[in-house]
């Protein structure tokens, strides 16, 4: 029986080419987005589980408020990771990681330098921690000596070729020697580790050895005992602030008690993180990888929800717009004693055949487009072929799917009566046609959701790009690693400036970009009470920042090299001198300390208030910053008088290698540093934007097919009309109009949804964009325009048939 | 004059070969004449009719209605000749299963850019002219096959076509029916000098005519 449902239910469709052209595509298409996002959704939520015991290893963060200011971070301090293993019985192991981001490396007897972006210091433990094991060389030893270094299988081929790189030696930033002593396979893509190739020891790091319990600067992950409860050790870790922190502090602030520290609004707050959170629930300033939000998540899901729907819809509308093709079908049929039943099996056969047919174009599609999703979405995702549990669920939805889309259309057709069916089409010419209406509102209502939230985070997007930063990022070249020309730096700065595309340069590590940074308490004028501390960001700067970078003094006056003083001089931002609650012409003179408790502390003397900057992402608020002159080359900021790049970059990078023979010439525009930040939301903004089209598509083809399906239907009356003298232009209008009425009421649903929505998603910004009304009527304008444009194909085409042929075919 | 065929011809061409669907036909049509089409089935009848209400062209020849050559005009221009000046009646009636009876009437003014009150006044002289203002709010579906063809003809007649073409209009009704679109045409003709061509296959009814026109193989004999 099944066999042959089949064979008619594969005869009717190829009877009907069109028609069964619009479902196959539109349902491959919803079903190959759904897979996209069900893969990526699925990459996303398995982050780092792939570790063993992933389950039991978590991370120290720690929220502080100290002088103003409160960061909280992935960091927590030196002595911490040893203190917990020895103090804490549940605390089988624990690891640090202190990473110093890209770094230059080279084979020992060689000169040119490759730069390799990820780079940290890390404890011996951190094999044993991640259950990783080395390719070659001697776990247990590895990593134990000062100066020794593991890489990854990739870096170590990158570097050594076909040659075994073990027991060799390299020189990283022209001044370390480290001796390789293993290689580890390459860390999972979907691991927070995954761009990381060099691992140094731990050993070697001076500061890693010392007791400051004050200073955060060391990723520490802990791995419990089997059954042991992480929230029994939130109290436990607390409590080392007052057993530890405070004695510590005490160096500073003679006789603190944590009593005190509290009660001057201080704050210190240690607590964990799961090893298998951090990746959706964790966005510290100081992340060691970038990380994704369970938001996004949620985002993507329910637009893979919204695709498959859309295309389901779209069977359902398509088939029972069909029906009144096949009524006189089922009229035989039932007069020649087919039961209900039969044909409902008959119908569903038929819609099972075209969503598994659909299944296999929607396979080929994914396999198609994943490579270049994998580039949008930054991430390595395959088709778990071999997977079974793959394969049930793929056909465990298909079915399910099938099933869905297949009934409604089954139930309304089995149900025709014959009588009335084989007395023609007239009595039917209803059949179905409130709920496919309500279904193209449904699906036009998703599209327009999708446009609208497309467009606001195009604005939002645009307006980041184009807010006013209170620095100036146009035709700023910035020199990477500076610091690998030595003190030839500051030759090549003046000669760069020499330069006559050149209007200025500055030479420092502390760009207006986001990076890490850490805080610095200052007292103020000698007072050692605590209301009186400041926390700020110390950047050290030359004489020619502020003019490169384009800030703007609001109070008092520049560095300037005639004043000797100036080296001790500071400037500062709006934003500190509001938290000494002073204005930046009272702020002026002012004198801060960040040494007080030692023998002779230092003081430093307020000559300038700048305008605030954005120096972090837009979503957050400004903190206090401070700019003090000093010899800092983490790179060089050029600012060219010039939008003609490539010349000046020529004679840049000749400057360079003249000076800093060896040393590769690496250069970003501070434009593009400036995008990278909002990568997240540009590739999200990019991943909407496929969507959208997609489920723009699935809904065009749909109305592409309700369209072509009214129009034949209406063929005698478009005819009549013709004869009775209505032109081209009123019947394509007519046949038009009807569509565009359901496309206003879905844009009418649509849009405070969209409002709401997308009014949520902007609270994430400090400063962000309103949604205006040119939003909507964009969006609105384009559904209509995208809908005129499908239908009127087909009214056009209905509209200029000959009417003596459409009343011949009576 | 109101029409003029000269040498007209039509074919088309299939499988490489010429079909001729009319050879060289000539007619003068005056008005106030009311003429009988005959001929066996498929041999143009309904072409001919078509291309007299230029709702089809033709390949060779000329056409002349009302002094215009109806061959040299723009498409535009030749669909208002024909809104203004004729109507159709159907075999098959052709009414708008999802309108009523009243709706019907007005379909073809709404075309041509009548105010509402003055389309209100039409329909409503039409209704009562047929005796049919008691079905206004039907659907066709609710009519006879008879009373459907008298709605199709007050349609024709609606906007004070000149020519009234009918492509046998009684083809689906029985006998008396049938006499009676006769008996109405005849008045037509004779009392409001509509001109009229239909295309019928009962001698009888062709008998109504003034004149009658027979096509063997799209040619005129
Ligand atoms: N577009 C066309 N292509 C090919 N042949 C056509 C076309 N239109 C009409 N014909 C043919 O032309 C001939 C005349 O058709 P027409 O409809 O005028 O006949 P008729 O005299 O009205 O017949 P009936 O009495 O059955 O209505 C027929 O043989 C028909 O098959
Ligand atoms: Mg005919």
Redesign the interface.
């Known amino acids: 029986m099944f066999k042959n449902h089949l064979k008619i239910a594969w005869r009717s469709l190829k009877k009907q080419p069109f028609f069964t052209f619009l479902n196959i595509l539109g349902l491959s298409i919803g079903m190959a987005g759904g897979l996209l996002v069900s893969l990526y959704i699925y990459e996303e939520l398995s982050f780092d589980t792939m570790f063993a015991d992933a389950d039991r290893i978590h991370r120290i963060n720690v929220d502080v408020k100290f002088g103003g200011t409160e960061s909280e971070m992935a960091e927590a301090s030196a002595p911490m990771a040893e203190t917990m293993v020895t103090d804490f019985p549940q605390v089988e192991l624990a690891t640090r990681f202190n990473t110093v981001g890209s770094t230059l490396i080279r084979k020992e007897g060689t000169q040119k330098n490759t730069r390799e972006t990820h780079t940290t210091f890390v404890d011996q433990s951190f094999f044993k921690m991640f259950g990783l094991d080395v390719l070659e060389g001697n776990m247990a030893s590895a990593l134990t000596e000062p100066n020794t270094l593991v890489l990854t299988e990739t870096a170590a081929k990158k570097h050594f070729g076909n040659n075994s790189a073990l027991g060799k030696t390299v020189i990283l930033n022209n001044t370390g020697t480290f001796t390789v002593t293993g290689i580890i396979p390459d860390l999972p893509k979907n691991s927070f580790l995954r761009d990381y190739s060099i691992f140094m020891s731990m050993a070697g790091l001076e500061d890693a050895q010392e007791a400051d319990w004050t200073s955060n600067n060391y990723y520490t992950f802990i791995k419990l005992i089997p059954k042991a409860n992480i929230l029994d050790l939130q109290q436990p870790l607390q409590d080392m602030v007052g057993k530890y922190v405070i004695p510590f502090a005490q160096r500073y602030f003679p006789g603190i008690t944590l009593e005190q520290f509290e009660a001057a609004g201080n704050r210190l707050h240690y607590y964990t993180i799961a090893l298998t959170d951090i990746h959706l629930n964790s966005d510290l300033s100081d992340e060691m990888s970038a990380n994704s939000s369970l938001q996004n998540i949620y985002i993507l899901g329910l637009v893979g929800l919204f695709l498959v729907l859309l295309a389901s819809v779209n069977f359902m509308n398509l088939s029972t717009a069909h029906s009144l093709k096949r009524g006189k079908e089922v009229g035989i049929r039932k007069t020649l004693g087919s039961t209900r039943s039969k044909l409902l099996q008959q119908f569903l056969t038929e819609s099972g055949l075209i969503t598994f047919i659909s299944l296999v174009f929607a396979l080929v599609l994914t396999l198609v487009a994943l490579p270049l999703f994998n580039i949008l979405a930054g991430r390595a995702i395959e088709i778990p072929f071999s997977k079974p549990l793959f394969w049930i669920v793929l056909l465990g939805t298909t079915v399910v799917l099938g099933i869905a889309s297949g009934s409604y259309p089954a139930f309304f057709m089995s149900r025709f009566i014959p009588s009335k069916v084989l007395k023609g089409m007239?009595?039917m010419?209803t059949g179905g046609g409130n709920i496919r209406n309500v279904l193209v509102i449904f699906q036009f209502t998703i599209s327009v959701f999708l446009i609208v939230s497309t467009i606001v985070v195009y604005h939002q997007l645009e307006f980041i790009q184009n807010k006013d930063l209170g620095y100036s990022k146009g035709q700023v070249l910035i020199i990477e690693n500076a610091f690998a020309a030595g003190d030839d730096a500051h030759v090549i700065k003046e000669e760069i400036r020499q330069l006559g595309q050149v209007a200025n340069v500055t030479l420092t590590g502390f760009l207006p970009t986001p990076s890490i940074r850490s805080n610095t308490s200052f007292f103020i004028d000698g007072s050692t009470e605590q209301e009186d501390a400041i926390n700020m960001q110390v950047w050290t700067v030359d004489m020619d920042y502020l003019p490169t970078m384009g800030l703007q003094l609001v109070a008092g006056r520049d560095f300037n090299k005639a004043f000797t003083a100036d080296s001790t001089g500071v400037i500062v931002n709006e934003a500190a001198v509001k938290i000494l609650g002073k204005t930046p012409k009272e702020a002026l003179g002012m004198r801060l300390s960040n040494d007080l408790g030692q023998e002779n502390p230092s003081f430093s003397k307020i000559i300038g208030v700048i305008k605030d900057f954005h120096y972090e992402t837009l979503r957050k608020d400004i903190g206090a910053v401070s700019l003090s002159i000093g010899d800092s080359r983490g790179s060089m900021a050029v600012k060219l008088n010039t939008a003609e790049y490539a010349t000046s970059l020529a004679s840049i990078e000749q400057i360079w290698n003249k000076l800093a023979p060896g040393q590769p010439f690496s250069y970003r525009f501070m434009d593009d540093a400036f995008n990278t930040t909002y990568q997240a939301e540009q590739k999200l903004g990019q991943i909407f934007m496929v969507f959208t089209s997609l489920s723009i598509i699935i809904a065009c083809l749909g109305l592409f097919g309700l369209a072509a399906f009214n129009a034949e239907k209406r063929t005698?009356?478009i005819?009549?009309?013709k004869?009775?003298?209505?032109?081209v232009s009123?019947i394509t209008y007519k046949l038009t109009i009807d569509f565009l009425k359901l496309v206003a009421i879905a844009i009418l649903i649509s849009l405070p949804i969209g409002w709401y929505a997308m009014n949520q998603w902007l609270q994430d910004f400090s400063y962000r964009i309103s949604i205006g009304w040119e939003v909507f009527a964009m969006a609105a304008l384009l559904a209509v325009t995208i809908a005129i444009i499908t239908v009127s194909y087909q009214s056009i085409k209905a509209a200029i048939v000959?009417?003596?042929r459409s009343?011949r075919t009576? | 004059m109101l029409l003029q065929l000269k040498n007209i011809f039509k074919w088309v061409n299939s499988g490489g070969q010429r079909i001729f669907l009319l050879k060289d036909i000539n007619l003068d049509v005056e008005e106030g004449e009311f003429i009988s089409i005959m001929g066996p089935s498929g041999s143009g009848k309904s072409t001919l009719l078509n291309v007299i209400g230029m709702l089809d062209g033709f390949n060779e020849g000329e056409y002349q209605f009302l002094d215009e050559s109806v061959h040299h005009l723009k498409e535009k221009y030749r669909s208002n000749l024909y809104k203004e000046y004729i109507g159709f009646v159907f075999q098959s009636y052709h009414l708008l299963d999802d309108l009523t009876v009243r709706e019907n009437l007005e379909m073809p003014l709404l075309y041509k850019k009548f105010k509402a009150a003055e389309r209100k006044a039409m329909v409503a002289d039409m209704l009562d002219r047929f005796q049919i203002v008691g079905k206004k709010d039907l659907f066709p579906a609710q009519l006879s096959g008879g009373q459907q063809q008298l709605v199709g003809v007050a349609r024709a007649l609606i906007s004070n076509p000149k020519l009234i073409l009918a492509d046998e209009p009684t083809g689906n009704l029985n006998s008396q029916q049938s006499e009676e679109i006769m008996q109405l045409f005849k008045k037509l003709n004779e009392q409001d000098g509509v001109t009229i061509i239909q295309v019928t296959h009962s001698e009888k009814n062709a008998a109504y005519g003034s004149r009658i026109i027979n096509l063997l193989d799209g040619r005129k004999v």
């Open positions: 007239g009595n010419k005698k009356e005819g009549v009309r004869v009775l003298g209505a032109s009123q000959n009417p003596v009343l009576e």
